[in-house]
């Protein structure tokens, strides 16, 4: 998949963006219910099970995948692990400020956010779904 094929596609990275897909709609806002979750170029989509169940229960279509980011040309919602000791929270939020991303942070998160927190992550995607339509 590339920036091309991305479409209305959501996208979370392990760093917690969430990248969204150009969707425009006359009618009342509808979360989008495709959602790619990407890890990086270092490790594979299995971390993100418990995030992927909640999703799935929640009746989204998630696919767990590592691509290239689509931060520069789509909205991004960024989760700032608090107390991350692998990536300073500093620099995540500066990721995030540079992204130009809707920033969100948990405090006392570990950098694998999404396999200790899924509950917080879900959340932030599924709110992210809901506002890339308004």
Request: proline content about 6%; aromatic content about 8%; overall charge positive.
């Amino acid at each position: 998949m590339n920036h091309k094929t991305l479409g209305p596609y959501l996208i979370a990275l392990a760093t917690a963006f969430v990248v969204f897909g150009g969707v425009t709609s006359q009618a009342a806002p509808v979360p989008l219910k495709n959602i790619v979750l990407v890890h990086g170029v270092w490790a594979d989509g299995s971390g993100w099970k418990g995030v992927y169940d909640i999703l799935v229960k929640d009746g989204y279509n998630v696919k767990a995948v590592i691509t290239k980011p689509a931060w520069r040309s789509k909205p991004s919602w960024m989760l700032v692990a608090g107390s991350d000791r692998t990536i300073s929270p500093d620099l995540e939020r500066w990721y995030a400020s540079r992204a130009g991303s809707h920033m969100v942070e948990v405090p006392g998160a570990s950098h694998c956010v999404y396999v200790s927190r899924p509950k917080e992550v879900a959340a932030l995607i599924e709110e992210a779904s809901r506002d890339a339509q308004k």
